[in-house]
Each structure stands twice: as C-alpha cells, then as structure tokens.
C-alpha cells in the first residue's frame, strides 16, 4: 500500500484546511495539492475538471492514496477513473456528483471577479459549518486570501462538471463520508456516491457541515486512518 498521501480540499481552502489532518497523517509522506491561485499555486489557464485532475497526479511520482473533500474530491474521482493504476485508495468528503445549476456557478464567478470574495464570505462560511462551531475567523481569513480569478476559473470549472459516469467506473477501493448536516453535499448525495462505486464504503459524521474534516477532525481522522 502506498505511504504517499495526496490532499485535495474545497474551493476557497488552502493547504491550511488539512491541518486538522496532520496527526492522523504523521506518518505518510504528504502532498496537499492546492487549486490554482489558491495558498501557493499560482493563477493559470484551467481547462476543466480533467485538466486538474491530472494536475493532481503530475504533482507526485508512483501510486497513492487519494484524499479529495468537495471540488477536491471530483479531482480525485477523475484522477482515479482515468489513471487507476496510479491510485490505490480513495477517501471522496463531503462531495456529490454535481454542484447545483451550472448558470450559479457562472454567475458566482461574475461577482467575485467583480466584487472579490468579500461579497459571498458569509453565505460560504454559513455553508462550510455549523453556528456552533468556535474557529470560524480563521477559515474566513483562508478563504478571503485567495485570488479572485483563481476562484472564479475554478467555478466555471465546477459549471461544466457531471461526474456521474467518473464516479461509476471507479474500481478501486474507496470511503465516501458526509457530513450529517452538510447543505451542499448532504448525507443523500454520498449514498448515492456509494451506490455507483462497487464495493464502497459510506460514513455519515454527525453534527457536521462542509468542512467535516475541520469541524469533527477527530471523527474524520479516526475514519481516515482506519480506511489508509
């Protein structure tokens, strides 16, 4: 089984969102892949869901587990439906086969490169977790340090995604997890994720909104590594 680890998180996270993870992790080598002008990654041209999903596989050598949470975890579906030779497991969080009505992304897009990502903090914030959680100025700071073209090429990315046919051809052992309150990929959505990859296993978090991985660690960690 592969020690090497790539990571994989949401639109609008850095690399940061998979600290929580560090200690489930410590001993695996670790790439955390980050979206164009997301944290390190510059802003370049994307070309769609393939086109980072193979940017994933070309930012480490050999075979690996893959770790994908919402829009990160398509990439890591894609990767591991196209080159499934390079992928030994799969952990898919929090995600679902589409995200809503393409025209909502394209217009999400038009706002934040006209407005910046200050216009829709609150309503993303409000989605990635639940109003108890303690810590949300931190991820709110993450997500407003983000480049606004970066994140609005990545919604137009996301507006062209149906994953329905990647998700159905995987063969390689895979965990879905949900989080049990999640608004944007709710618990329904990785059942049906479970349904189409034979074999898998589904996990609902309770008590836990997008960034499962953040505001239950100790419950996705515990799953993650009896899964690895």
Excluded: K
Aim: proline residues 5%; charged residues 20%; glycine residues 10%.
């Amino acid at each position: 089984m592969s020690r090497t680890v790539v990571l994989c998180g949401s639109l609008g996270s850095t690399a940061a969102m998979w600290d929580p993870q560090a200690p489930a992790l410590a001993d695996r080598r670790v790439v955390r892949f980050e979206l164009p002008g997301h944290g390190a990654a510059p802003v370049v041209e994307v070309g769609g869901v393939l086109d980072l999903a193979r940017r994933v596989l070309a930012s480490v050598d050999g075979t690996v587990s893959l770790v994908g949470l919402s829009f990160g975890a398509s990439l890591c579906a894609v990767a591991a439906a196209t080159v499934p030779a390079r992928v030994d497991r799969l952990v898919l969080a929090c995600t679902s086969t589409r995200f809503g009505e393409p025209a909502q992304w394209r217009e999400r897009a038009a706002v934040v490169r006209a407005e910046g990502l200050g216009a829709i903090v609150d309503a993303v914030m409000g989605r990635w977790f639940s109003p108890a959680f303690v810590g949300v100025d931190t991820y709110r700071e993450m997500f407003l340090s983000v480049d606004p073209e970066g994140y609005a090429r990545c919604c137009e990315a996301i507006a062209g995604w149906e994953g329905s046919g990647a998700f159905g051809s995987i063969a390689i052992p895979t965990l879905v997890v949900a989080g049990s309150t999640d608004p944007t990929s709710p618990p329904g959505d990785a059942e049906d994720i479970g349904r189409r990859i034979r074999g898998s296993r589904v996990e609902v978090i309770e008590g836990a909104q997008h960034l499962a991985n953040v505001e239950r660690a100790d419950e996705f960690n515990a799953l993650l590594e009896d899964f690895l």
